[in-house]
């Protein structure tokens, strides 16, 4: 089993849609958890952190569920412009104190008119 | 702001050659590293740096040379070029040890073809 895996898509969706993506984790003691953003042919940027309360950033909620070790991401009212790739990325601990970070492969979206 | 910069953006090697893929960073950053991003695979780290002087192998570093010289720069070094070797790279710093807790700032990455 992957230390992270992502359903890599691609979801098509029309502007205005809400759309939701899940990423799963197989260490439990995985400590920090991330979205970043790619766009094609570009360099990865961070999206948001994911909080253990959940949190929200404008149209873009994250969640995490440590029970059932995943995390999610949810954009609602999509616009053209969030068509990318969205990588999850968790900090899991290792054999030093600053951990390791690893990254799923990458949902792809496309918003269309 | 340059953020990070790495050269060249498109490199086109024969199987055997080497080379050296640069990355500069001007944000004072302890943390820098190297990452390939391969079709369906994600990003992998090769190697990553803590400090000048300090560096460390990461998940795929075979193949590859790193050194850490000053704060700033953390060139990649492909000893004997491969057709595995093929991918993006990309050149990642971050304020927080290992980017674990921080935003990591990326280049925007190198293609590399190895023929």
């Known amino acids: 089993r992957k230390e992270v895996e992502q359903d890599p898509g691609p979801f098509n969706v029309p502007e205005g849609a809400t759309v939701a993506f899940n990423c799963t984790y197989s260490n439990s003691a995985s400590q920090s958890f991330f979205w970043y953003r790619q766009d094609c042919r570009k360099e990865p940027k961070l999206l948001m952190s994911v909080y253990s309360s959940g949190n929200e950033d404008g149209r873009f909620t994250a969640q995490l569920n440590r029970a059932s070790q995943y995390i999610s991401l949810l954009i609602r009212d999509s616009k053209l412009s969030d068509s990318a790739t969205y990588l999850c990325v968790v900090n899991s601990a290792g054999g030093t104190s600053y951990g390791k970070l690893t990254f799923g492969q990458g949902t792809i979206l496309t918003v269309h008119p | 702001n340059a953020g990070v910069t790495q050269t060249p953006k498109f490199q086109v090697l024969k199987t055997g050659q080497s080379m050296t893929l640069q990355c500069a960073q001007d944000m004072n950053h302890e943390y820098m590293s190297w990452y390939r991003q391969d079709p369906g695979m994600g990003l992998r780290l090769i190697h990553y740096s803590v400090g000048a002087g300090i560096t460390d192998q990461g998940e795929v570093p075979n193949g590859y040379n790193v050194s850490r010289s000053t704060t700033e720069d953390f060139p990649l070094r492909l000893l004997s070029a491969a057709p595995s070797q093929t991918s993006v790279y990309f050149c990642?710093?971050?304020?927080?040890?290992?980017?674990?807790?921080?935003?990591?700032?990326f280049g925007e990455g190198s293609r590399l073809t190895v023929l």
């Open positions: 990642a710093s971050s304020r927080a040890p290992r980017g674990g807790t921080g935003e990591l700032f």
